[in-house]
């Protein structure tokens, strides 16, 4: 099974990741609701489209794996868990409450269908190129997803990793990147330029592509595609807070939750959004 149950079409499912995330990140008053915007079309084609997998037995060992390796971005993960069947939707309502199940980072613990706690940003493509490594050797069909920030792009340890893929011609392995432009302290050209971005992942021996990352054909063809043995990298031009057109590209929905008739605008133009 790899169809959300409650929903006609991935346009649906991404429409209501992102009104799940601004209801969320309001009553919780958490950050992030910018980057979750931004990965809501990923995160839909991947689980409405692409992925293998089945909400009623989480560790299917064949199941495909999803890595969110900007864990920051977890509100947007658990409403797709959520609408794709892996636990009650009512669990979104507890989202970074004292002592609830859906902590402010990813969390596995107690989290039907999250594989891995992130957080600390460059933990998620080594992991999952572990993953992917573990799969190869015992001759598991299952392929590895990972979505990074291009904040943690920064890190060196997500460099060894993407080192460490095409040397094991990890063929089941693809990297999303989220590319908005924007991490915690302002415009990644400013922080730290990572252009040329694509060419540094091609150089590395990733075959890699560029596209936009609310392009939801765009996305499904790209993420359907498999070279067996190299691992793919897809630069995903993406917009900061896409969806709102007071969060778009706005360096502060990273920190600030909407509240009253801001929350009420957001969801409005959610709603009508395509």
Known sequence: MNRPPHHASVAALAKQIRRQCLLMTNRANASHIGSCLSAADILAVLYGKVMRYDPARPDWPDRDRFVLSKGHGCAALYA????????????????YQNGAQLAGHATHKGVPGVEVSTGSLGHGLPLSAGMALAGKRDGRPYRVF?????????????????????YHRLGNLTVIVDYNKIQSLGRVSEVLDLEPLAAKWSAFGWATSELNGHDLGALQAALERVEPDRPQCIVAHTVKGKGVSFMEDKLQWHYTAPKGDEL???LAEVEAGS
């Not at 797709?80 to 989202?95: D, H, I, Q, R």
Request: hydrophobic fraction near 40%; charge should be negative; glycine fraction near 8%.
């Open 80 to 95: 797709t868990l959520a609408e794709s069947g892996f636990f009650p939707p009512a669990w979104l309502e507890t989202y």
């Open 146 to 166: 990972c979505v990074l920030s291009d904040g943690e792009c920064d890190e060196g340890s997500t460099w060894e990793a993407a080192l460490f893929a095409p």
């Open 264 to 266: 009420t605008k957001a």
